[in-house]
């Protein structure tokens, strides 16, 4: 199995410019997970979705922020109009069904916002 | 309010010694607890977990311990290896879906 798929791995632009990251999750997973790491706040949970439908979206932080997942394969988190204090390092992680909610994450995308 | 503390930033450990990270964790209805290990430009990886009805779990040169009362546990490695550089996150898991990280410890080791 390839694993957990993001594209880009690196994201430069301009404020206010949309930014959109995707996700393919590794095949026959229920779970799909959006984190967002940076220095000040660590690895922080954004959104997750169970069998494709969104289940807990409170970590959010605006509604500049907004994620899809269309199909079991494919996953989006879209930021429009990007800010500078969005630069981060964008995780997507899928899980199936181990007692301990083992995830397994992407390489991760890192956003530049200028 | 965060529900997992790792205290420690980073920590310095010479090769062939043990490396001791810990956690703290407040919510006592958490059912278990995984370590991740990250290296630079990756993706966590899973590394270990532990039930919240056991005390210990052994997987190599890894061990994590759990003390319930104190709500506390810990990762050892020993011998400590120099591939074994690498930041640590603490997490937990509980009814719902979602796990729950510490911030991370930044762990080298010192040839």
């Known amino acids: 199995d390839a694993g957990v798929i993001q594209s880009p791995r690196h994201e430069v632009t301009e404020m206010g410019q949309e930014v959109t990251l995707r996700c393919k999750p590794i095949s026959g997973h229920d779970y799909l997970f959006w984190y967002r790491q940076t220095m000040m706040r660590g690895l922080e949970l954004l959104i997750y979705f169970n069998n494709n439908v969104p289940i807990d979206d409170s970590g959010m932080p605006e509604d500049r922020f907004s994620a899809k997942m269309p199909n079991a394969s494919f996953s989006t988190l879209k930021i429009q109009p990007s800010e500078p204090r969005d630069s981060a390092v964008y995780f997507c992680?899928?899980?199936?069904?181990?007692?301990?909610?083992?995830?397994?994450f992407g390489p991760g995308t890192r956003l530049t916002v200028l | 309010d965060q529900q997992v503390k790792q205290n420690s930033p980073s920590l310095s450990v010479q090769e062939g010694r043990i490396s001791i990270l810990n956690c703290d964790y407040t919510n006592s209805m958490f059912d278990y607890f995984l370590w991740y290990k990250k290296y630079p430009a990756e993706g966590p990886t899973f590394l270990i977990s532990i039930s919240s009805i056991k005390d210990k779990n052994e997987d190599g040169r890894f061990t994590v311990f759990l003390n319930k009362s104190a709500k506390h546990l810990s990762l050892h490695i020993v011998p400590s290896q120099p591939g074994d550089s690498a930041v640590y996150f603490c997490a937990a898991s509980g009814e719902d879906d979602k796990i729950i990280f510490g911030k991370g410890t930044r762990l080298h080791i010192l040839p």
């Open positions: 992680a899928s899980s199936g069904t181990s007692p301990e909610g083992k995830q397994f």
